[in-house]
């Protein structure tokens, strides 16, 4: 009779090796609003809402889709931050009178989804922070270092700081003083909302993404503060390339130097 015992040997000699080359990245599944948002743009653009028409409510939206009301309340929100409806206060959402109008989307979907969206990331906030040195103003430095102070609130209350930490990316980029690159970061920084929200809610590990990202954020305003152009520019790619690799994207060396930027004077 064979023995019963674990036998390890036996065990490793039908074991099948494979390559770790071939295996491919597990991709984060949609999010419930993701998928409501798709659904109601899909309507929207194929006329069952047609322009002007207001929205079913959010309880009528809720019990169609199966889903609570929080989620019927974020998609709403990605509609509203792609240009395909509008909300009223006390009555409710509107679909744009051309909805068809804004239709560039970003979105962390497909197997390069978020490489690209932190690519594009890093193209333009590393331009918009090098500019933003050059021409600040101490008004402009004191709303960089009120959005610093909220997410220093989130942070301690461990709480979704991702509202404050876009209104930091957003006075940067007012600090340039040229009305469209406000502008495009206030479009696109809608649309790279979500990547942000990744480090304070899908990957809060006791608070530790949020708090590395702070980290880089002082150093980012510091150099700006400082009006040293070369530091903010190497700051802002340090702090993306940690934030893409804190929600597990490694981004390519050809989109500039990692170097770590000296210190402020």
């Known amino acids: ?3 019963s015992a674990y036998d ?3 065990l490793s000699d039908n074991l099948i090796y494979m390559p770790l080359e071939t295996l491919s990245r597990i991709h984060r599944p949609p999010r419930l609003s993701e998928e409501v948002s798709a659904e109601l743009e899909a309507r929207i653009l194929r006329g069952d809402y047609a322009p002007g028409a207001q929205l079913p409510t959010e309880k009528v939206l809720a019990e169609t889709f199966g889903v609570s009301r929080a989620v019927v ?3 709403i929100a990605r509609l509203k931050a792609d240009g395909l409806i509008e909300t009223r206060q006390g009555a409710g959402a509107f679909v744009t009178e051309n909805p068809k109008s804004l239709n560039f989307r970003i979105a962390p979907g497909g197997e390069d989804g978020l490489l690209h969206i932190f690519e594009l990331r890093t193209m333009v906030e590393a331009a918009v922070a090098e500019l933003a040195a050059r021409r600040r103003t101490e008004a402009d430095v004191a709303a960089m270092r009120d959005a610093l102070r909220r997410m220093d609130g989130a942070l301690a209350a461990e709480i979704n700081g991702s509202e404050a930490d876009d209104d930091f990316h957003l006075a940067i980029a ?8 406000l502008r495009l970061s206030e479009f696109l920084g809608r649309q790279f909302s979500e990547s942000r929200r990744m480090a304070w809610v899908d990957h809060p590990r006791g608070m530790e993404s949020p708090r ?3 980290r880089e954020h002082f150093v980012l305003l510091d150099a700006i503060a400082a009006g040293d152009p070369a530091a903010a520019r190497a700051a802002a790619h340090v702090h993306l390339r940690g934030a893409a690799e804190r929600v597990g994207v490694d981004l390519p060396a050809d ?4 170097a770590e930027p000296k210190p402020a004077a």
């Open 73 to 75: 309340r974020e998609a």
């Open 1 to 3: 009779m064979k023995s």
């Open 212 to 214: 590395q990202a702070q």
């Open 255 to 258: 989109l500039g130097s990692a």
């Open 8 to 10: 390890p040997s036996a």
């Open 174 to 181: 007012a600090a340039t003083h040229n009305q469209y690159v």
